[in-house]
């Protein structure tokens, strides 16, 4: 049997640009996605505390994906006070979408090389698949994988999957990784434009670009 995977992208978000907006799509093509959720977190365990406030980061992604059937925003972090673990997150959206329904964790290679850091990281693959988005011209993960962590380096050859369609054959466990053009765009660079009063045009959608002057966010570094 068969059944369309869920895809999950977790992120700060402060800003979502088009980096972001990227992964998701290809990552919606090529693994045949049934939608992608948006889960902007509250208070991110593994790092400095966002600039903005979760309820604005949460803002500027509904704009982000406005109009786009199969991206969806999933707002399940944001009241939350404490670390937002994503094995938390993805066990509550296990119990909702039930035991079969294939889950597929999107993830940059980057952050995909720290997941050896993440709270009881080991779990995540009995919740879901690990979908790894890998930037055209840059560093093959399988060679970035030879200096990884020893324990997430034997996950990642006994998990990896040779095509997209074991994703739908089975609610998780494996590792698949995606290709993606290179868009450097980051969130901490776009932050900086602004605080320099450079133009941020182009690196993420117009609508969010309007929201910060509005509210006239990372103004300072
Ligand atoms: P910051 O610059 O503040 O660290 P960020 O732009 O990296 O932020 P995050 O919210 O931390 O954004 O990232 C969420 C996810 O998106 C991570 O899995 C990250 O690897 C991925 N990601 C972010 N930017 C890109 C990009 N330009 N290309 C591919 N993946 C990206």
């Known amino acids: 049997m068969s059944f369309s995977p869920i895809g999950i992208l977790g992120g700060t978000f402060d800003p979502i640009h088009h ?17 992608v959720r948006f889960i902007p977190c509250g208070t991110p365990p593994h790092r400095a505390a966002p600039r903005t406030s979760a309820k604005q980061r949460l803002e500027m992604v509904l704009l982000a994906l406005h109009g786009h059937p199969d991206f969806v925003v999933d707002a399940r972090e944001v009241a939350r006070t404490d670390p937002c673990y994503t094995v938390d997150t993805l ?14 964790l999107i993830l940059g290679g ?17 919740l879901a698949h690990i979908v790894v988005l890998q930037r055209a011209g840059g560093l093959p993960l399988g060679n970035a994988m030879n200096n990884a962590d020893a324990m997430l380096k034997a996950e990642y050859r006994a998990r990896l ?7 739908h054959e089975a609610p998780s466990g494996a590792i698949f990784v995606a290709d993606m053009p290179a868009l450097e765009i980051s969130a901490t660079d776009i932050r ?24 006239q966010l990372y103004l300072t570094c």
């Open 161 to 167: 999957a040779p095509g997209a369609g074991v994703l």
């Open 91 to 104: 066990t509550a959206l296990r119990a909702e979408f039930g035991p079969q329904k294939p889950l597929c």
């Open 192 to 215: 900086r434009r602004c605080a320099e009063r450079k133009s941020i045009r182009y690196l993420l959608p117009d609508a969010v670009t309007h929201f910060i002057h509005t509210h």
């Open 110 to 126: 980057d952050a995909f090389l720290q997941l050896h850091t993440w709270h009881e990281w080991k779990r995540l693959f009995a």
């Open 19 to 35: 980096g972001h907006l990227r992964i998701a799509q290809e990552a919606l093509e090529q693994c045949n996605l049934a939608q």
